[in-house]
């Protein structure tokens, strides 16, 4: 069975749906074959890093970094995206006609098989593995079927390995044609050059009345599908023979269920120079095995011979090397993006949470390297002090601002540069300020031009009020009074002034609806706790920014607000995906299952985002883990797991279908009988299985959780215990030669968390199968086997009470209460 390792060379591992993937398979070396580890050793372990390891011929010197006349240069370097596929060619069975789902051909074997095909006008398959039509002006290249192929319940799929370039012609196109036993009624995908179209058709008499046409994208095509079921034809596309998005669909034809099909592979071009179009792996089932990065490309030489033995990580890569996480409410700043097509970035931002004693605020978004809020004296009198009281659950400082009087003491001042000024013109402000202060007629920030034409002051008035001030042509500054309460209260607020649709929001609320205020232009100089030496404010500033937006995104950026609680009482699966935007990773959270408990606070700083997922993780009994087909996480909540049926298993397998080495273990390794559990700022609660202490000794554990509640620690805790008071025997290794069996397609959809059963056990075992679940596994894939040894545990340990159920409603024998 063939493999296809691709490379994304210049690509971004952040952003994969932009990545154009090179196969480089011709170069593995499958006598060494590749190793691919994912998961945990066992259900009580956290999953690790997945990696992959392989051998490349390098020969031509085309995987040696830094050489210049590789075409792969300047890419061949550390982090490169790679990506593995086992692909899986259906055999034909039994007498024709057959499904055309079972026309299979890797085109490996550098001859027409007269079985299949005929060719002409110089097709043919080449020493890389492709079929290969050359596009001579003038000349149809064919690849042509035998017609003994039906197309009902089945489906045609191939790989666009090339397409042909335009080439100087005015017409170079690639057909991929399913023909009926009516000429020029057929189905098509057409790739058309000249338009640079994609075309889905359903031709009678050799025309199309509503063709479907797409722009053709080399990334998002690179697999194309015509496909039969339950009345449907449906024409799709993928970008990695794994996820198919549908392009077209019609009711089924007639002749489809009469009619013989014959294939047909065609490219032709009316001038201009031959430019071959590629196809491969048609009808080959894939089926991802590893997504990731490669660690290192180092060059090796046996004689003359060279070669580069590489080592790959998937997505815990990327999250193992993200820096220390700021707060929750500077990781909202840093990372809040676009909505709805709006785009944004993060002009400045000042924490404002440097040291006592310090003299400036620093800017950390790093965009346009404005200069630094420095302390500022008007008159005499009044302090400034950095590293005090800074917003709850953030675990940073803030500025505390005591001047003498309104018009004398300390505040802060930074000519934020000409950039700034540059982008405030061409695109809308979103400020952001918390404060606290009891003393109203303040300003919180304000911002100006060098000529005053254009100002903007946030401001309270006289009754602790907002005020929006502002300009267009010069002074006096123009007032807007809000509709806000009194937020001289002596209690901290966050304030968001959208400026692109003149709204105003505080403490997540919308006050007043659609200011009459005026837009911005120039910006340079920016003041925070004054204005122009007047006003100067009288309480506590911190977690100061300007984002720069195409429109309005006031309503997003209040969210911001939910940090000074640390967004304590959002369920689990929110605060994965909220932790994975953290480390640049937008939408790349998989949530699987439907048990997502309240999470407690993780406001503070100082850790990082993967031990942020793993207090999750475990805090909800859940499993994290990399994907194997694309760039992301997947987040699995506990109750995926509960009452696993046979039905749902990914397959079963005869126990003497084994590879030697699977073998029954009962021993204390997972043994727990007492468990100490608390949370933060919560009780500290006991768990006790006497009757297992009393059989096997204390088996004690602690454990600290992000719970929001004392209650949901100690269901957590009774979960633990029952189901680890007395483990049951288990396998813990089951060792398959997975290319060897029938099942084939099954075993390589078990990934993490799926159940399979071991039929036919020996006499000694306990029972005649075992249900096991996969917590991980390594497999070895070579030119003939696919090995795979899967890490296992005891399914029936996730079985749960369900009231009334004949076979789980027994509890404390074939089940248990579940939280």
Request: charged share 15%.
């Amino acid at each position: 069975m063939p493999i296809l390792v691709e490379a994304g060379w210049g690509g971004l591992a952040q952003r994969p749906w932009s990545i154009t993937w090179t196969d480089i398979t011709p170069r593995v070396d499958m006598v060494q074959g590749v190793t691919i580890t994912r998961g945990a050793s066992d259900e009580l372990s956290e999953t690790q890093p997945g990696t992959m390891t392989m051998t490349l011929d390098n020969q031509d010197g085309a995987l040696t970094p830094g050489r210049a006349d590789s075409p792969f240069f300047p890419f061949v370097r550390r982090n490169t995206p790679i990506r593995v596929t086992q692909v899986v060619m259906p055999t034909r069975t039994g007498a024709g006609p057959w499904p055309l789902a079972q026309l299979a051909d890797d085109f490996d074997d550098e001859r027409t098989d007269p079985t299949l095909w005929t060719a002409s006008g110089g097709a043919l398959e080449t020493p890389e593995g492709r079929l290969r039509l050359p596009l001579v002006p003038g000349v149809v290249s064919r690849y042509t079927s035998q017609r003994q192929w039906t197309l009902t319940g089945s489906s045609f799929t191939v790989k666009l390995s090339k397409v042909p370039a335009l080439a100087g012609s005015s017409v170079a196109s690639l057909s991929l044609y399913l023909h009926s036993a009516t000429s020029g009624t057929r189905f098509r995908w057409y790739y058309h050059a000249g338009t640079g179209e994609l075309r889905a058709l359903s031709e009678v008499g050799g025309t199309d009345p509503s063709p479907v046409a797409i722009s053709y994208n080399w990334i998002q095509h690179a697999w194309v599908r015509i496909r039969e079921v339950s009345g449907v034809v449906v024409w799709e596309t993928s970008p990695d023979g794994w996820t198919w998005t549908v392009r077209r669909s019609i009711s089924t034809p007639g002749w489809v269920g009469t009619d013989l099909v014959q294939v047909e592979l065609a490219a032709s071009r009316t001038g201009g120079s031959s430019d071959p179009a590629e196809l491969d792996l048609l009808g080959g089932i894939a089926r991802p095995r590893f997504w990731g990065v490669v660690n290192e490309w180092p060059v090796a030489w046996e004689g003359l011979a060279s070669s580069v033995s590489i080592s790959a990580t998937d997505l815990f890569k990327w999250l193992n090397k993200q820096p220390t996480m700021r707060s929750m409410l500077g990781m909202e700043v840093l990372t809040r993006h676009t909505l709805a097509g709006i785009f944004t970035f993060l002009e400045v931002y000042y924490p404002l949470s440097e040291d006592a004693g310090s003299a400036a605020a620093g800017d950390v978004a790093g965009h346009c390297s404005p200069g630094p809020l420095t302390v500022t004296q008007v008159g005499s009198g009044g302090a400034l002090e950095f590293g005090s009281e800074g917003v709850p659950e953030t675990g940073e400082t803030g500025v505390t601002m005591t001047p003498a009087s309104a018009s004398a003491g300390k505040y802060l001042v930074a000519d934020v540069g000409p950039q700034f000024a540059a982008d405030s013109t061409d695109w809308l402000p979103h400020y952001q300020v918390w404060f606290k202060t009891s003393t109203p007629g303040r300003v919180l920030l304000g911002i100006h031009d060098p000529s005053l034409d254009h100002q903007t002051v946030l401001a309270l008035n006289g009754s602790g009020v907002l005020v929006i001030e502002s300009t267009e042509s010069g002074p006096p500054l123009s007032i807007t009074t809000t509709t806000t309460p009194n937020l001289a209260d002596g209690v901290w607020h966050h304030l968001v002034y959208d400026q692109a649709h003149k709204r105003v929001y505080v403490d997540g609320t919308s006050y007043g609806g659609s200011l009459l205020a005026w837009g911005s232009a120039g910006y340079r100089t920016l003041y925070v706790g004054g204005y122009r030496g007047g006003r100067l404010f009288s309480g506590q500033i911190a977690q100061v920014s300007i984002h720069l937006a195409t429109g309005p995104l006031g309503a997003l950026y209040s969210q911001t607000y939910g940090a000074m609680t640390g967004f304590a009482g959002e369920s689990a699966d929110w605060r994965m995906e909220r932790l994975a935007r953290y480390a640049g990773l937008d939408t790349a959270v998989t949530v699987l299952g439907s048990t997502h408990d309240a999470m407690a606070s993780q406001g503070p700083g100082g850790s990082t985002v993967v031990a942020r997922m793993r207090e999750v993780e475990s805090t909800e009994s859940g499993k994290l883990y990399a994907r194997r087909d694309y760039l992301g996480l997947a987040y699995q909540s506990r109750d995926l797991r509960y009452n696993p049926s046979p039905g749902n298993d990914a397959f079963t397998i005869a126990w003497a279908d084994l590879e030697p080495g699977a073998m029954l273990a009962d021993d204390d390794q997972k043994l727990v009988n007492e468990v100490e559990a608390s949370r933060p700022g919560g009780a500290t609660q006991t768990v006790r299985a006497a009757s297992s202490v009393f059989a096997f000794g204390p088996y004690p554990e602690s454990m600290t959780l992000i719970k929001t509640s004392d209650l949901s620690v100690l269901d957590s805790a009774m979960w633990r215990v029952m189901r680890y008071a007395n483990p049951a025997p288990e396998l813990r290794e089951v060792p398959i030669d997975a290319a060897t069996l029938p099942a084939f397609l099954s075993i390589l959809g078990a990934d993490i968390s799926s159940c399979f059963t071991v039929t036919g056990l020996p006499a000694q075992a306990p029972a005649t199968e075992l249900r096991v679940t996969v917590e991980g596994y390594t497999e070895t894939i070579t030119e003939a086997r696919h090995m795979i040894q899967f890490r296992t545990s005891e399914s029936s340990r996730d079985s749960v009470w369900v009231l009334g159920d004949p076979v789980y409603s027994q509890l404390d024998h074939t089940t248990r209460l579940a939280y």
